[in-house]
């Protein structure tokens, strides 16, 4: 059965650094997003990515993050100076563009920031 | 803003028992309902839907209705096992659109153990 996989599964980082997580979505999949999930609290949604744009950001997605998909295959989130409160479980999902309330989600990468 | 609340957890039952994970949400408008699950080490993973008022949503034994008239979508189960120890989150999303993306709103989770 296809799946979303995220790589790493966990990463430390030293406050101010750039981190970029990396996901792969399943592959007849065209709408991608990210979600995250501070210890303790509700996951939140991030940014939703269609045809190389973001479709839809929340006020949490301001300037220091971004989202690519450098290839065929991989769909990243970048952080370009990391803060202490962006440490959090990142959770990629992917969907079909005709069925966007059906999403599948990766397994989440743990940041770490310290 | 649309929201979801879900109950406290852990909630722990032995096996064999009833499951009742209640959520109630806020929303304008007329959303889609969801209920994921989260084994250890997993990601989220769809357990059941519901796309408009009185829906009942199913999947593996898991049962939930949608009650626009309380905004509730409660989880329920008869007779829970072991293997559904996990966690459980109550979402929300509005049907896509052209100028819908169909995010998912979450309630923050509610973690089952069901011990033998």
């Known amino acids: 059965e296809p799946e979303v996989t995220q790589t790493p599964s966990h990463q430390v980082t030293q406050m101010g650094q750039e981190v970029i997580l990396r996901c792969v979505p399943i592959?007849?999949?065209?709408?991608f997003y990210w979600y995250r999930q501070i210890l303790g609290q509700k996951v939140e949604f991030l940014v939703s990515?269609?045809?190389?744009?973001?479709?839809?950001k929340s006020e949490i997605f301001d300037d220091q993050f971004s989202v690519e998909r450098p290839d065929g295959s991989n769909f990243t989130l970048k952080i370009r100076s990391t803060k202490l409160e962006d440490s959090a479980m990142y959770f990629c999902?992917?969907?079909?563009?005709?069925?966007?309330?059906?999403?599948?989600f990766g397994p989440g990468t743990r940041l770490t920031v310290l | 803003g649309d929201s979801v609340t879900q109950m406290e957890g852990p909630v722990t039952l032995s096996e064999e028992a009833f499951l009742t994970i209640n959520c109630t949400y806020t929303?304008?408008?007329?959303?889609?309902l969801f209920w994921y699950v989260q084994y250890p080490g997993e990601g989220l993973q769809l357990l059941l839907k519901?796309?408009?008022?009185?829906d009942k949503g199913s999947n593996k034994g898991f049962e939930a209705t949608y009650r626009k008239e309380t905004t509730s979508f409660h989880l329920e189960k008869g007779s829970v096992q072991v293997s559904d120890s996990a966690v459980y989150f109550c979402?929300?999303?509005?049907?896509?659109?052209?100028?819908?993306?169909?995010?998912?709103?979450f309630g923050q989770g509610t973690t089952l153990q069901v011990k033998p």
């Open positions: 999902a992917s969907s079909e563009v005709g069925a966007r309330d059906e999403q599948f």
């Open positions: 592959s007849n999949h065209l709408y």
């Open positions: 990515f269609y045809n190389n744009e973001i479709s839809e």
């Open positions: 929303a304008t408008g007329y959303p889609s």
């Open positions: 519901a796309t408009k008022a009185d």
């Open positions: 979402a929300l999303s509005f049907l896509p659109g052209s100028s819908n993306t169909g995010k998912l709103i």
